[in-house]
């Protein structure tokens, strides 16, 4: 057989965790078993320069919703013209128009990227998984990014258990060594080197919880008034969150960089990272976090407890809850001692479990075993 051609599809405009997962597989597939190609929407080919800079074939296309047709035949164009093997979409709203699709143009095989749960399921209807059984009849394989992700499709999508796979995301841990920058990024960024940094890296959308940080600063600042919130990322609520600062009082104390591609040099500029997320499907946050030897404050959602054990690598809190996610980051601020033992024992279990290579050679696996019928 020729190379395996894969059509990944994408449909945020906005680079995420997905984003990366998908950026990761296009770069580092053996390509000479894997032709991958890549359909996603134009602005977010603009954030990922990367994919310029490779061998992939691109289609400009943002087919999210069967009621944009233009979007749609844009996605069959490419599909006819690529004449994929196998089709990957990331995240449900791609599924739900590429893999009924691509299956009526005959492309051979579907394989659904699941990250976690959307924030826009809400009423009775999209709340009720209908839609996703019914278009799960033209997915041949489902890829789960944590074990609680996998629990979630099969509990409450009621996704056969036998179309579920497991392949935790992972990072290209190599990237990630401890000292690397830290002086630099806060000279760089203004900051003192005594001053204690609290961190947060995401994009600035609802699902990412920063409002909950920025209400559980005010009681950080009151035992140590010369902390700092450094925000990393951008996104929709940029404007919003910078004014909650402002009512609050703290704009003096946080830093907004907007999106930065040098995400290991400021984790290493940070005394602890913070994941406030409502849901997540497999945080790569808390995994470069980690890898960096920095103790995580996260919320215990879904495959987050995977990655961050409580009270040894760093500390799980409830969603949405700014007092007990201010109780967590002052503890370990005013335990330097006990935060650097968690962030060792982070970066232990991370470079045992959450290698991007693993990731891929799971991934290639599962794409072989579709196409060939293998299993």
Same mark, same amino acid.
């Given at each position: 057989m020729s190379r395996i051609r894969i059509l990944f599809v994408l449909t945020q405009a906005v680079r995420g965790g997905a984003e990366e997962v998908v950026l990761a597989l296009l770069n580092r597939l053996d390509p000479l078993e894997f032709e991958p190609a890549l359909a996603c929407p134009e602005t977010l080919l603009d954030a990922m320069p990367e994919v310029r800079l490779m061998a992939v074939e691109t289609f400009r296309a943002s087919a999210e919703s069967w009621v944009e047709p233009r979007e749609v035949s844009k996605l069959a164009a490419g599909i006819r013209r690529f004449r994929p093997h196998l089709v990957n979409p990331h995240l449900f709203r791609s599924t739900l128009v590429a893999a009924p699709l691509a299956k009526w143009l005959g492309v051979p095989r579907v394989v659904e990227t699941y990250h976690g749960r959307e924030a826009w399921r809400r009423g009775p209807i999209k709340g009720s998984f209908l839609v996703d059984r019914i278009?799960?009849?033209?997915?041949?394989?489902?890829?789960?990014?944590?074990?609680?992700?996998?629990?979630?499709?099969?509990?409450?999508?009621?996704?056969?258990?036998?179309?579920?796979?497991?392949?935790?995301?992972?990072?290209?841990?190599?990237?990630?060594?401890?000292?690397?920058?830290?002086?630099?990024v806060r000279q760089e960024l203004?900051?003192?080197?005594?001053?204690?940094?609290? &961190?947060?890296?995401?994009?600035?959308?609802?699902?990412?919880?920063?409002?909950?940080?920025?209400?559980?600063?005010?009681?950080?600042?009151?035992?140590?008034?010369?902390?700092?919130?450094?925000?990393?990322?951008?996104?929709?609520?940029?404007?919003?969150?910078?004014?909650?600062?402002?009512?609050?009082?703290?704009? &003096?104390?946080?830093?907004?960089? &907007?999106?930065?591609t040098d995400v290991p040099r400021l984790l290493d500029a940070m005394d602890l990272a913070v994941l406030p997320s409502l849901f997540e499907g497999m945080p790569l946050t808390a995994i470069e976090a980690a890898a960096m030897a920095r103790p995580v404050v996260a919320t215990r959602v879904d495959g987050t407890p995977e990655v961050v054990r409580d009270g040894i690598t760093g500390r799980l809190v409830p969603p949405g809850d700014p007092v007990a996610l201010g109780e967590a980051i002052r503890a370990l601020l005013h335990d330097p001692s006990g935060a650097r033992r968690m962030g060792e024992a982070g970066r232990a279990r991370v470079l045992a479990r959450f290698d991007l290579q693993a990731q891929v050679e799971a991934t290639a696996r599962v794409y072989r075993e579709v196409v060939t019928g293998a299993a």
């Open positions: 278009v799960s009849h033209w997915v041949d394989r489902v890829i789960a990014v944590s074990e609680a992700a996998r629990d979630f499709l099969v509990r409450a999508k009621r996704i056969r258990p036998s179309k579920v796979v497991v392949v935790p995301n992972g990072r290209d841990l190599s990237l990630f060594k401890p000292g690397m920058a830290a002086d630099g203004g900051l003192e080197p005594h001053v204690p940094v609290v &961190g947060v890296v995401g994009r600035l959308e609802p699902q990412k919880g920063h409002l909950f940080v920025l209400d559980a600063f005010p009681s950080v600042l009151a035992e140590l008034p010369e902390a700092r919130l450094l925000i990393v990322g951008d996104g929709s609520l940029r404007r919003a969150l910078e004014g909650r600062a402002a009512r609050l009082g703290i704009s &003096g104390r946080v830093l907004f960089t &907007g999106f930065r």
